[in-house]
């Protein structure tokens, strides 16, 4: 069951976590004091309404949290928990069909998040009905539950009783249904950065079966846990920045020149491509560092500046999009960076990425521009403050001087948060990667 | 019809780390049900308390320094930060069943309004603050409210009420934490003496008020000796 | 026939109940039922009263004072102590065309006219096809120390005998207007004025001498979400203090006055328990196969799916009314109890 931040009055708003009276996977009985909260008005323990063993403590101490935020998971015996989401790593779980309503609960040394254990006889990945012993009266259903819950479709097993002895009432029943839509969203264990699909424990590519039936000419595709990995991530990104975009024009000819001329020497010599995407990061980088506050989360009120750049570079493969992240970036040149990229793109397209490269990015480059693309609007990988887009090089006519001449051009755009950075900022920090694109000598860099 | 309640009012200061004692373990007889609602009013021996949210620049003076002026320090479970508790303030620890889903602010509003109410009585007009928890008068501090519950259900600690408290004691803190308030009294407020002796009864009675309760059962031995506290209130 | 002066009684009366409401207008649910029952005098000569004491003396409660020097002894009759009789005598009257209101000196007393009642009376629609427009009226319930032989609900018989209408009203402005409904219906119709809200609740009272209230309909005297506690008569007025008290504990209760018991307002009760989905019935007669024993089925029955708790009764137990006061505080539900139970029913 589902422990949540009480309310001590309609008007309370949130709570304090102060402390934890148990860790995890200590057992807690009915009752116990379980942790220890303040709000602005009183400071209270509140005992636990659930017996069992805390098996995840959601929300650290120290932590100020809204009125009905999740703070920790009990497991209790036989219980059934909700599929583990994509945001968690678990090497460890898997579904265990054919498992016996009477199977112990994890044991309480185990490292592991909750297991997933099925009644006979089902095979979906959620129970059907099974009444679980949250309390001493967690099985008494009233008329008036039963009827909402039939109503609403609701699994009985998901809801949290906050009546007497762990029984549901209706409010209980009424504020499930409320904010079920929202409740993936709401599971603060789902971190927003993408992670690695599990190695070996999933099949990442896996579609599950789909729910809805196709319609005439349809066909219905249920989207794989890599996909709603990214649509929760895309989603959350524009929701919650506020979003602007600026982009400038480069003018490449030197890089193109530069590249043309070393690309099979370097090749020959370090075994791998030298793509235009090692400059622009490092151009990107020498920015960051005059402009930090680009290279920047915004943590509740505060702006947590780096002191050093992981740069995300995103990657498109089979499965979707993925960010490995090349830590240290600001420590390399030309050379590492290549070679960074090139294993991390390849190790990606093979499901190879371990978890930690893909998370801990500071600023993130897309680079669509071999697609074709002259000018994207890639959505911020959050909880950077920005993410700049590469896209393609062309061959244009500009001005130069009073002439015109054709150069090798390519738009470079940054969507940027404006809550963390103004406009001029924003310019400023891209007309400076420009600058360093148009003026640096990144030949001497490359050693051929 | 009121529910009865009990009023424990002993006479002279009352120990304080003696009192928190007593009060904690009324408060688990008051759990198990075996006592009714009481409020207990006394006063305590010059102590500061600092309460959860208490920072170290909210002492002004050393430690040494507060205990050479005779005074304890005492960190606490209740919520805030520090104040003083001393002669001349009159205490409140209402000892109170909250129900199993409380409403912590109306309690502490209606803390407030015993106090404003008690005030009124005695012409000194106060109000409460939008902002901060406690009785005022304009921007200065005349009783302080701090709460914990026990079990998410029964109250502790309780309230402050400066009557002729030495006002001169706050210079050891930052009350509170709040530096730029003030802290009165209402005897300062009123121009004349108005003792914790006057008030007590006042403040009884507006209590019942607000919390229609009929206290009874005047104690003035307290607390007794710790072991018996429960056992006494069970009988 | 001659009409007597009469003196100023204890309460100060003197003329007609009109006059005797306050500055302000109003009239206590005592006053409000003498003006209902003038202003049905005065509007069909066919309305006439019968009862012990109510002529010369103006009525042991004196709801009658100054009655009989308007409209004479033969339409303000003192009888002899017969309460049977009174009973038969009305019926007759009823008979022959006539619209008679039945005074009991207390409600307990009618059950010496037992048999007259729920046989002759209640049946005789039935049994023959003539109305019997006949009005009994009398002063019910306890709460003022009157002991076992004057504080007596005995609506549950009435209620039970089919053909009766049992009418209990809480507020003046509700005793008013029922009672000139009752005086109006052709139905018998028992109307229990409970004494200890006599003199206790006063409030503004329409003065159209048309106003009639139906018979048969709930008044939700106080909305609330959380739990509902359906009443009549004196304990509408404890179950309000209860709820104002209750509502500084976040508890919203939701107070339905029956009004009357006989017919009963189902469709009031069931959505009222529909909204908030926990019931509390309390009511003055004992407990057992008393009204709330009839309400609590009907909710169990024809709620079920609305409710999120049991229906809990309240009621005094199957005892005599005690004489003592701490007795009768301990038989009858008190503020207190009404808290105790709603706080008990919340956290079921």
């Avoid at chain 1, 992981?310 to 390399?332: F, Q, W």
């Avoid at chain 1, 998370?359 to 609007?377: E, R």
């Avoid at chain 3, 012990?52 to 409660?61: L, P």
């Amino acid at each position: 069951m589902h422990v949540k931040m009480p309310q001590l009055g309609e008007t309370v708003i949130e709570g304090t976590i102060l402390k934890w009276l148990k860790a995890e996977g200590d057992q807690v009985a009915l009752d116990e004091p379980l942790f220890e909260i303040s709000t602005d008005k009183v400071d209270t323990e509140v005992p636990s309404s659930a017996a069992g063993v805390l098996t995840k403590i959601l929300v650290p101490e120290g932590s100020t949290v809204a009125v009905g935020t999740e703070l920790a998971e009990i497991a209790e015996a036989g219980v059934v928990a909700a599929a583990a989401t994509p945001g968690e790593s678990s090497p460890g779980s898997s579904v265990r069909p054919g498992a016996g309503a009477g199977d112990e609960p994890p044991a309480p040394s185990s490292a592991a998040p909750v297991a997933i254990s099925v009644p006979a006889g089902t095979a979906a990945s959620t129970p059907t009905g099974v009444p679980v012993d949250r309390g001493s009266r967690s099985q008494i259903l009233s008329p008036l539950v039963r009827k909402l819950a039939a109503e609403h479709g609701v699994d009985l097993a998901n809801v949290v009783g906050t009546g007497t002895g762990g029984r549901i009432t209706k409010n209980d029943i009424l504020a499930f249904v409320g904010r079920a839509p929202t409740a993936a969203a709401a599971a603060p264990s789902a971190a927003p950065v993408l992670t690695a699909p599990a190695p070996a424990a999933t099949t990442p590519g896996a579609v599950p079966a789909a729910s809805i039936a196709a319609g005439v000419g349809e066909e219905v595709v249920a989207m794989s846990h890599i996909r709603q990995a990214i649509a929760k991530h895309m989603y959350g990104s524009v929701q919650s920045t506020a979003r602007a975009w600026t982009m400038v024009e480069v003018n490449v000819e030197q890089l193109v020149q530069l590249r043309a001329r070393a690309k099979d020497a370097f090749l020959a010599k370090y075994g791998v491509n030298l793509t235009y995407l090692p400059f622009v990061v490092r151009a990107t980088v020498d920015a960051l560092h005059e402009f930090p506050n680009v290279n920047a989360r915004l943590d509740g009120e505060n702006i947590v500046l780096h002191r050093y750049v992981n740069m995300g570079i995103a990657v498109s493969y089979d499965a979707g999009l993925i960010v490995p992240v090349i830590k240290g970036a600001d420590g390399m040149n030309s050379v590492g960076l290549a070679r960074a990229i090139a294993d991390l793109a390849a190790r990606a397209r093979a499901h190879q990425l371990k978890p930690d490269e893909v998370q801990g990015a500071t600023f993130t480059i897309t680079n669509p521009g071999p697609y074709g693309s002259i000018a994207s609007v890639p959505i911020i990988n959050t909880p950077n403050t920005g993410i700049i887009s590469l896209d393609a090089i062309t061959r244009r006519a500009v001005v130069i001087g009073d002439a015109i001449a054709i150069r090798s051009m390519v738009n470079i755009s940054m969507s940027w948060d404006h809550r963390v950075i103004d406009g001029e900022l924003a310019t400023r920090f891209l007309a400076r990667v420009k600058e360093n694109l148009e003026t640096w000598d990144f030949g001497g860099d490359l050693g051929v | 019809m009121s529910r009865a309640g009990r009023l424990i009012r002993p006479d002279g200061p009352v120990d304080y780390d003696a009192a928190n004692a007593a009060m904690h373990g009324l408060a688990e007889a008051r759990l198990a049900g075996t006592v009714e609602d009481s409020l207990i009013l006394l006063e305590h021996p010059p102590v500061f308390t600092a309460g959860r949210r208490w920072k170290p620049d909210h002492i002004v003076w050393t430690q040494d320094r507060i205990r050479a002026a005779g005074a304890e320090l005492r960190f606490i479970d209740r919520g805030g930060s520090l104040t003083f508790h001393g002669p001349g303030q009159l205490i409140g620890y209402p000892v109170l069943d909250l129900g199993s889903t409380p409403d912590a602010l109306r309690f502490v509003r209606n803390l407030e309004e015993v106090l404003i109410r008690s005030a009124a009585e005695i012409g000194i007009d106060l109000h409460r603050s939008d902002v901060q928890t406690g009785v005022w008068s304009g921007e200065r501090k005349v009783a302080a409210i701090g709460v914990r519950l026990m079990r998410m259900r029964v109250s502790l600690h309780g309230f402050a009420l400066n009557c002729t408290t030495d006002l001169s004691w706050y210079d050891a803190i930052v009350p509170c934490g709040l530096a730029e308030e003030g802290v009165t009294s209402l005897s300062e407020l009123a121009g004349r003496e108005v003792s914790v002796q006057q008030m007590a009864p006042i403040v009884a009675r507006r209590f019942e008020e607000v919390f229609d309760l009929r206290l009874q059962t005047q104690e003035r031995e307290w607390p007794t000796h710790p072991a018996s506290t429960v056992a006494a209130s069970a009988s | 026939m001659a009409t007597r002066t009469l003196h100023a009684g204890a309460a100060g009366h003197g003329a007609e109940p009109r006059g005797k409401r306050t500055d302000a207008g109003e009239a206590t649910y005592l006053i409000a039922i003498a003006e209902a029952l003038w202003e049905e005098m005065e509007r069909d000569a066919r309305v006439f009263m019968l009862g012990e004491d109510i002529g010369n003396y103006g009525g042991a409660f004196k709801v009658t004072e100054g009655f009989i020097d308007h409209f004479g002894p033969e339409r303000v009759m003192d009888t002899p102590i017969v309460e049977e009789t009174i009973v038969g005598m009305a019926l007759g009257a009823a008979m022959e065309g006539l619209r008679p209101v039945a005074e009991f000196q207390y409600a307990d007393f009618m059950s010496s006219g037992f048999d007259e009642i729920t046989t002759a009376l209640a049946r005789y629609h039935y049994r023959s096809g003539v109305p019997a427009p006949v009005v009994l009226r009398g002063p019910s319930g306890g709460g003022v120390r009157a002991s076992s032989f004057h504080s007596f609900n005995p609506e549950p018989w009435f209620a039970h005998s089919p053909g009766l209408k049992v009418v209990t009203p809480a507020f003046p402005t509700d005793a008013k207007g029922l009672l000139k409904a009752a005086i109006r219906d052709d139905n018998p119709v028992v109307f229990l004025e409970h004494k200890w809200i006599y003199r206790r609740i006063k409030e503004v009272v329409p003065e159209d001498p048309d106003f009639v209230l139906p018979i048969g309909k709930a008044d939700v005297k106080r909305a609330g979400d959380d739990i509902t506690i359906v009443a009549y008569g004196m304990m509408v007025h404890q179950a309000l203090e209860a709820a104002e008290n209750l509502a500084t504990e976040g508890i919203r209760v939701e107070v339905l006055d029956l009004r009357s018991v006989q017919p009963l307002d189902k469709e009031a009760i069931l959505a009222s328990v529909a909204k908030t989905s926990r019931a509390i019935v309390l009511y003055e007669s004992h407990r057992f196969l008393g009204i709330g024993a009839e309400v609590a089925a009907v909710i169990a029955e024809e709620a079920f799916e609305s409710l999120d708790a049991p229906v809990v009764r309240l009621a005094p137990p199957n005892v005599p009314v005690p004489f003592s006061p701490t007795l009768e505080d301990a038989y009858l539900p008190q503020v207190a109890d009404i808290e105790d139970a709603v706080r008990k029913l919340s956290a079921w």
